[in-house]
């Protein structure tokens, strides 16, 4: 079943923090805090940590009603992906790509092996046919992986698994692109880029104060 309402901002001593309604009741993953309201216990979502809280926080529109099956680049530990396991609950799944094995394993130790809709993928984004545990196109996919070409790698996984008319959240990390050129011409030429690929570009968000010199962008894949 999906969570519904799982995104919510709930209030602690006067201040609102953005959370999810936790799947695992009492277990935390990176020292949020639980919060139980109305029958439900919510997991705070750090927008220092997860670029998504961050660009909720900061504006963007995204509805995970119809939304299923995640495609995820650059999962890490687990931090953004254990939040959408809660949004998107049993009913969907979220494929996690990670290249380092180091980082893999506590993604899998901490996050996977307990949330059963989170499939680790340990291998090379820019080697998408390898994924051999998807077997189904995405509702969405999830780029945030902090390389030179992460908009080339965001685009040739979307060309394969993202089902058309359907949205991608892009992180752009501008420093990883070029630090000679000002972060606004950088995302302006990787919007470009994507705009060349079929993609129509919703929303752009800065993600200041909590990430310098980032920027998530909202596309929809569009026919090709
Ligand atoms: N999205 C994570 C979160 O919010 O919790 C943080 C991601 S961190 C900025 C970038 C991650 O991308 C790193 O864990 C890195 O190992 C991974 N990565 C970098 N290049 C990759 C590639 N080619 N394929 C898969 N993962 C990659």
Not at 136 to 164: F, G, H, R, S
Not at 183 to 202: A, M, W
Request: hydrophobic letters at 40%.
């Amino acid at each position: 079943m999906k969570n519904v309402d799982a995104i919510s901002y709930v209030t602690v001593n006067g201040k609102a923090h953005i959370a999810t309604v936790n799947l695992l009741k009492g277990i935390t993953l990176y020292g949020e805090k639980l919060i139980s309201r109305n029958g439900s216990e919510y997991r705070t979502w750090d927008p220092f940590r997860s670029k998504l809280a961050a660009a909720y926080i900061n504006g963007l529109e995204f509805d995970f009603c119809n939304v299923k099956n995640i495609l995820y680049l650059g999962a890490s530990t687990g931090t953004t992906v254990s939040h959408l396991s809660d949004i998107i609950g049993y009913s969907g799944k979220v494929f996690a790509v990670e290249s380092s094995t180091r980082v893999a394993r506590e993604l899998i130790s901490n996050v996977s092996s307990k949330r059963t809709n989170v499939i680790p993928i340990i291998e090379d984004a820019r080697k998408p046919r390898s994924y051999f545990s998807i077997y189904d196109k995405m509702d969405l996919v999830y780029c945030d992986i902090a390389q030179p070409d992460q908009t080339t790698i965001a685009i040739d996984n979307c060309k394969i698994y993202l089902k058309e008319g359907k949205p991608m959240l892009l992180v752009i990390k501008t420093r990883s692109i070029d630090v000679t050129m000002s972060p606004k011409n950088v995302i302006s030429q990787e919007i470009k880029k994507l705009e060349s690929h079929s993609f129509e570009i919703k929303q752009k968000i800065d993600l200041a104060p909590f990430d310098k010199d980032h920027a998530m962008i909202k596309a929809i894949f569009c026919s090709r």
